[in-house]
């Protein structure tokens, strides 16, 4: 009781913590200036999808539906359709990004390198229905990002 009463009567805790204020101000800081400054992600580091094209610019994926079968999340949703030719294509390929838990299964389960996962990792969603990317959003990061795709194929 009498402890107490001192500890209290000379404000140890709040000694305590300016005594660790202080010593922590003069050190180097860790923040960084996000914009302006990145943080190095990892080589595994796996963001945004992207649906693929051949150099013809015919699409990759075949519509087998491994990557929907395989995805731990159910995220992504496949509707296929048989063209003339015989061979199967996509006519709906859904990608749910708040369900995504972005493991790697559906790049590692496509047998054509179809879809994979960039390293774009800054993206929001303003609207309702923003986190479902179709599959010409998917196309269209496929295109802009498929120079860096093919660098980081043949680096790794």
Not at 32 to 39: A, E, L, M, R, S
Not at 59 to 77: D, N, W, Y
Not at 133 to 147: C, V
């Amino acid at each position: 009781m009498i402890i107490k009463f001192i500890k209290s009567l000379f404000l140890i805790e709040l000694l305590k913590g300016l005594k660790l204020t202080f010593s922590n101000m003069f050190k180097n800081k860790i923040t960084i200036d996000y914009p302006n400054q990145k943080t190095p992600t990892s080589n595994r580091f796996r963001g945004l999808h992207a649906l693929r094209k051949y150099p013809n610019g015919e699409e990759r994926c075949i519509g087998c539906k491994l990557c929907e079968a395989v995805c731990p999340a159910l995220a992504i949703t496949i509707d296929t359709e048989e063209r003339n030719d015989g061979t199967r294509r996509t006519t709906r390929y859904d990608i749910d990004l708040f369900k995504c838990i972005y493991c790697g299964f559906c790049e590692e389960a496509c047998p054509v390198d179809a879809i994979v996962e960039t390293k774009i990792y800054e993206y929001h969603f303003e609207k309702k229905g923003e986190n479902i990317i179709d599959k010409a959003t998917l196309l269209k990061i496929g295109d802009q990002m498929e120079s860096q795709l093919i660098n980081e194929k043949y680096n790794n």
